[in-house]
Each structure stands twice: as C-alpha cells, then as structure tokens.
C-alpha cells in the first residue's frame, strides 16, 4: 500500500533515529512530505540521506524541543519549506536512569521533563495554529509503557510518559472539535539506540526478548506503522486515545 | 574538574545522560555551574570521544572509558 499520506505535510521531532527514523522513512514512503527534526544534526543527516532514497520531499531543521524559539522556528520553517502542516509525531524524548525517589537528583528531574514532557507541549503549542490554518490534522504523541506501568530504572521517565497520556487527553478535548485528532502510542521495548544504551549490556535487551511472548521485542517500523495509522485518514474517528503497542508483553500474568 | 568527570561518567553508563551531554550540553552547563572552560572542554573533546563510544558501553569497559576520557580532561585543564 502506497500514498496512505500523499500531499499531507508531516513533522516528526526526534526523527534523527529510531522510532522516529522508522516513521520518517515510513511517511517517505506514504507520499508524505517530510520534515525531520532533532538535535542531533549528525543522525538527521543520516535519515534525511536515507529518506531522500524514497522521496525527495524532505528535510531537516535543527531543534532542541525544550527551547520555544527553535520549536516555533521548526514549525515556521516546515510551513515555509511545505506550504502547510497536517501532521505532528512528536517523538523526541529521552531516558535518563535514575535510583529510588528519595535520591533522585534535582537536576536529572529537570532534564528529563524538560525534554519529555514541556518538549512535547511545545511542540503541541506551536503546531496547532498552523493545523488549523491547514484546516486541520493529527498529532501523535508517543509515550512508553513506562507511563502505564510504573518504571523502576526512571521515576522521571516513567511520570513524564505518564504525562504525555494526559496531555494527549486533555489536548483532545479541546482540540477535536477543531479539526485536530491528537493521539498516543504507549509502545513497550522497542530495539532503538536510546533502548539498547538504557539497557546497558547487551545481554539485557536479549533477555527480555528471550522473556517475550512473541520472542522478540519491538522494531522501531512496528510502531512507525502504528504511528502511520493514527497519522492517516484511516483513523478519522479515533481522538484522545492511547494505543498499547507492547506485542502482548502486558498479557505475561505476574511471577508471584 | 570533579564535576566534569563526575558527568562523562555518567554519560558513558546512562546513554540517555550521554545524548544531554553530546547534543545540549549548555544544560548541563548551567545545571551543573562548569565553568567557562570546562563548558569548553565538554562541548569540544569530550563530545568528540563521547560521539565515538558504544551503545551502550559494556559494564566491563567502564573502568577503562572513564579513565580515558578523565585523562583527556585533567589534560585539558591542566
């Protein structure tokens, strides 16, 4: 199936790499056009490399999602580079691990919801007028099952993704009546740079897919085709959801 | 010094801290209060070998990457 985003304009934020890479990819391919941002200039380039291979309609802009002026400026130069803005991911986020609550640094708080969670809302702020200029359009936002389920390597993480969910929420009920669906993707482990390096061993990751019921754990281009669903028309009845994308690990009953 | 140390270890067991320290470093700047020179030696050497590590560093090499990148630092400012 091809063309499931022609002529629709889409940004996704940490588009650099993995879940965000597979979606650029992903809507290169659906007759998106595309806009990567991320502070990573080196993996942009990368993915802006790769995804040129599928479709010549993309490009990238530098953005650290927890400053207001660059977000805007991401969004003004996607406008200005595409005419129009029809859909949002925001997937730039990041795991910082953490100990118990009581000796959680200050500073590490502050980073990680810096980047999870204001990020997103930024980027939720300066995109919406320009959707509605377009007439319309959908955001998705993505979380982690880490803010369904409590996270015991992050409290941060595990609150900020949690906050995300709300946030998709809340945003829903007050933008769905414009024209907007904002949803959200709760996806489980997913092999991506920032999975493997949270896990630090090697041996980690390979457990928990050993663990897995499906014997695996997530690729990155699972949740891009989640993410392409809800970006699509094809989920036009669907506003202020959160889709559980886990490959059935949540089913696994409890060791007791 | 301490404090500089004290983060490129970090950023070479949690992967999450280390994309802070490569790609937002003034973050860290002004929430750790590095001085100017330290500011320096984060954003150029230090994200230079940082951008060169694995993904993740294995327990095993932790000992020796931090050892390497504090030699750079005491180096640096020295």
């Known amino acids: 199936m091809a063309d499931r985003l022609k002529d629709k304009v889409a940004l996704v934020t940490g588009g650099a790499s993995g879940i965000g890479r597979a979606t650029v990819l992903r809507f290169a391919g659906e007759g998106a056009k595309v806009m990567v941002a991320d502070r990573n200039r080196l993996a942009s380039d990368e993915t802006l490399s790769m995804a040129r291979g599928i479709s010549p309609d993309v490009e990238a802009v530098p953005v650290d999602v927890s400053k207001w002026d660059q977000v805007q400026e991401m969004v003004d130069a996607t406008v200005r580079r595409f005419g129009r803005l029809d859909v949002l991911v925001n997937a730039a986020g990041v795991l910082v691990l953490s100990p118990p609550l009581a000796e959680v640094d200050e500073r590490d708080w502050d980073l990680v919801m810096t980047t999870n969670l204001k990020g997103l809302f930024l980027c939720c702020k300066a995109a919406i007028p320009a959707m509605i200029k377009s007439g319309g359009g959908s955001i998705v936002n993505i979380s982690s099952m880490a803010g369904v389920q409590a996270y015991t390597r992050s409290l941060p993480y595990s609150v900020s993704k949690a906050g995300v969910i709300h946030l998709t929420l809340a945003a829903a009920s007050q933008y769905t009546s414009k024209g907007i669906r904002i949803n959200c993707i709760a996806p489980g482990t997913v092999d991506t740079p920032q999975a493997r390096g949270s896990s630090q061993s090697s041996q980690a990751l390979q457990d928990i897919a050993a663990n897995h019921p499906m014997g695996r754990i997530g690729r990155p281009e699972d949740i891009a085709d989640t993410i392409l669903y809800l970006a699509s028309d094809e989920s036009s009845y669907i506003s202020g959801s959160t889709i559980i994308a886990d490959g059935g690990s949540r089913t696994v009953p409890p060791r007791i | ?78």
């Open chain 2, 1 to 78: 010094m301490d404090k500089l140390i004290e983060i490129t270890k970090r950023a070479v067991e949690d992967y999450g801290f280390r994309q802070i320290a490569q790609w937002s470093p003034e973050d860290l700047v002004v929430q750790w209060q590095l001085s100017s020179r330290e500011a320096e030696v984060l954003k150029g050497p230090i994200k230079d070998e940082l951008g060169q590590l694995p993904v993740p560093v294995e327990p095993r090499d932790y000992s020796a990457v931090e050892g390497r990148l504090a030699d750079i630092i005491k180096k640096a400012l020295s």
